[in-house]
């Protein structure tokens, strides 16, 4: 489980941080701002568990900007701490300075379940906790799309779902207060194979695209008001659908099909990774049993499961989340 955020020790400067992960998104495309602006915008899936944790420690006295990072490779946070470094000390009028950074966790890289973004928004804390600072969501938000370019909403920790724009780092709508309950079976796409979402292709949206995910983002909301499951699963197929346009899974066709035989809500992928998920309605009878029927059809397709899981806490939770290894 992730840690939970503590204060710095006054005077050690030293920092921890934490942030969680997504399982890909339900809603992705264009929409419009209240100004009528078109923005790229996202909903993701929430899953509890796997997350980054960082360690910071100030280095006063080193050049601004030189942040050490273990591992070597998470470029992205170290951008993401010297960023959060020159924020801090203007706020509290101590000198820039360099520091140590160092990054661990449990979430797979490269599948869309927001692996960097988690990595950033850990450091970024991690940074202000060293300064005995605690950011906004929205100053941390900046600070993430600064670093990578574009940001998932897990600096949001409310819990409410949002359409999210993420190269601008704002919230586009509050859909309300929770999403449906969902039984989610895990499965990766494309073999598992980590994506570099910088590869690839990036296509325009046309009129006829705009009003179509504005659609999906109106039947989103109806279905967030009403705790309408197999609305939300509708939507959630139709913009993994739309997203096949640029990543192609050969598999897309045989996971849908297989929802359609369990009887599920709909499927849903990362649009910027493999990872996808089958949606159930909890309350829907026998999901026991289309969960199971679920697991074994993916396995007779060649499509590896990963995690079973609930996006809701009750006391039965434990008798419907499992995990498969892949």
Same mark, same amino acid.
Not at 233 to 252: D, N, Y
């Given at each position: 489980?992730?840690?939970?955020?503590?204060?710095?020790?006054?005077?050690?400067?030293?920092?921890?941080?934490?942030?969680?992960?997504?399982?890909?998104?339900?809603?992705?495309?264009?929409?419009?701002?209240?100004?009528?602006?078109?923005?790229?915008?996202?909903?993701?899936? $929430?899953?509890?568990?796997?997350?980054?944790?960082?360690?910071?420690?100030?280095?006063?006295?080193?050049?601004?900007?030189?942040?050490?990072?273990?591992?070597?490779?998470?470029?992205?946070?170290?951008?993401?701490?010297?960023?959060?470094?020159?924020?801090?000390?203007?706020?509290?009028?101590?000198? $820039?300075?360099?520091?140590?950074?160092?990054?661990?966790?449990?979430?797979?890289?490269?599948?869309?379940?927001?692996?960097?973004?988690?990595?950033?928004?850990?450091?970024?804390?991690?940074?202000?906790?060293?300064?005995?600072?605690?950011?906004?969501?929205?100053?941390?938000?900046?600070?993430?799309?600064?670093?990578?370019?574009?940001?998932?909403?897990?600096?949001?920790?409310?819990?409410? $779902?949002?359409?999210?724009?993420?190269?601008?780092?704002?919230?586009?709508?509050?859909?309300?207060?929770?999403?449906?309950?969902?039984?989610?079976?895990?499965?990766?796409?494309?073999?598992?194979? $980590?994506?570099?979402?910088?590869?690839?292709?990036? +296509?325009?949206?046309?009129?006829?695209?705009?009003?179509?995910?504005?659609?999906?983002?109106?039947?989103?909301?109806?279905?967030?008001?009403?705790?309408?499951?197999?609305?939300?699963?509708?939507?959630?197929?139709?913009?993994?659908?739309?997203?096949?346009?640029?990543?192609?899974?050969?598999?897309?066709?045989?996971?849908?099909?297989?929802?359609?035989?369990?009887?599920?809500?709909?499927?849903?992928?990362?649009?910027?990774?493999?990872?996808?998920?089958?949606?159930?309605?909890?309350?829907?009878?026998?999901?026991?049993?289309?969960?199971? +029927?679920?697991?074994?059809?993916?396995?007779?397709?060649?499509?590896?499961?990963?995690?079973?899981?609930?996006?809701?806490?009750? +006391?039965?939770?434990?008798?419907?989340?499992?995990?498969?290894?892949?």
């Amino acid at each position: 489980m992730i840690p939970v955020l503590r204060p710095a020790a006054a005077g050690t400067g030293f920092g921890t941080g934490c942030a969680p992960c997504h399982h890909g998104e339900i809603l992705q495309g264009v929409f419009l701002d209240h100004d009528g602006r078109r923005c790229a915008g996202l909903v993701t899936l $929430p899953m509890a568990g796997p997350g980054t944790r960082a360690e910071f420690t100030r280095r006063p006295g080193t050049p601004p900007g030189t942040v050490t990072v273990v591992p070597a490779d998470r470029t992205k946070a170290a951008r993401a701490a010297a960023l959060a470094i020159a924020a801090c000390a203007e706020r509290t009028g101590l000198p $820039p300075c360099g520091g140590e950074l160092r990054l661990s966790g449990d979430i797979p890289v490269g599948l869309g379940m927001g692996s960097s973004t988690s990595d950033v928004i850990a450091a970024v804390r991690a940074v202000a906790d060293a300064y005995r600072l605690r950011m906004a969501p929205g100053t941390v938000a900046r600070l993430a799309v600064r670093a990578e370019r574009a940001s998932d909403p897990l600096m949001l920790d409310d819990g409410r $779902p949002v359409l999210f724009a993420q190269r601008e780092g704002r919230v586009l709508e509050v859909l309300g207060p929770v999403l449906p309950p969902l039984v989610v079976v895990g499965c990766a796409l494309g073999g598992g194979a $980590p994506v570099d979402t910088l590869s690839l292709p990036v +296509s325009e949206a046309g009129e006829d695209d705009v009003r179509a995910y504005e659609r999906l983002r109106t039947r989103l909301r109806r279905a967030v008001a009403t705790g309408d499951a197999t609305l939300l699963g509708a939507v959630a197929t139709a913009s993994a659908r739309r997203g096949q346009r640029v990543l192609g899974h050969p598999e897309f066709d045989a996971l849908t099909a297989v929802a359609r035989r369990t009887g599920a809500a709909g499927v849903q992928i990362a649009h910027s990774g493999t990872v996808a998920g089958v949606l159930f309605d909890p309350a829907a009878p026998g999901v026991r049993y289309r969960v199971r +029927s679920c697991l074994h059809a993916l396995d007779e397709h060649g499509i590896p499961t990963t995690r079973t899981f609930t996006t809701f806490t009750t +006391s039965t939770t434990s008798t419907t989340s499992t995990t498969r290894n892949s």
